[in-house]
């Protein structure tokens, strides 16, 4: 049996709108299988620009079962909403690289302990959203910290029940590379 779920998303960026489309394979009473759809429509002409699908096999029942569960730090949609366990929402719209450019991070899979993995989709200068493949295969976590200034994003993620880790990462806008600068345990008190 297929359950899906649409969500269209007309206020979290002042350039596009999303379509967020879902569809859920239960087999076994388990939901072991997840088809991602996303449609970016250009918000000035209503023509989709771009289409971008994906699958999971580990989302929980609630992952994209909530079209309010958005961010957006762009259009301050949700934007102080508490992250309870990492999960910032099921999409959120940020500028990641440092260019004034709408992108967006989508949830991957509902994670474990430390949250939820995301992919992170960068803007390019055709309007269009390329996989950035360091954010999403390296840092995988959302940022509890955005600097413009220092051109770093900071997760915070638990290691073990006593602490986190804090990872750094930083961007050089000249070569448009990560790399990790920093990553300590903290107490999680």
Known sequence: MTLGQICN??????????????????RNAQMDSCVIK??????SSSKQIQAIQYS?????????GDCGNVRSYT?????????VD???GDIIVADFNFDNKDDFAIKNNS?????????????DTNDEFILDKFL???????????NKTNHTLTTLVHANALQLTETKY????????????????ISAN
């Not at 996303?38 to 918000?43: E, G, I, Q, T």
């Not at 259009?75 to 992250?83: F, G, H, L």
């Not at 994670?111 to 803007?123: A, H, L």
């Not at 999403?136 to 955005?146: A, D, G, H, L």
Request: aromatic share 16%.
């Open 9 to 26: 998303h007309i206020d979290i960026s002042k350039t596009f709108d999303f379509k967020i489309e879902i569809s859920r394979i239960n």
């Open 170 to 185: 930083k961007l050089n806008i000249s070569t448009k590379k990560w790399k990790t600068i920093k990553s300590k345990l």
């Open 75 to 83: 259009t301050n949609v949700n934007r102080d909403s508490v992250a």
């Open 86 to 88: 990492n999960d910032y």
């Open 136 to 146: 999403s295969e390296k840092m995988i976590f959302f940022p509890i910290q955005i």
């Open 111 to 123: 994670g474990g302990n430390g949250g939820p993995e995301y992919r992170f989709y960068i803007q």
């Open 38 to 43: 996303v449609a970016v429509f250009d918000k």
């Open 56 to 64: 999971s096999v580990s989302f929980f029942n609630d992952a994209f």
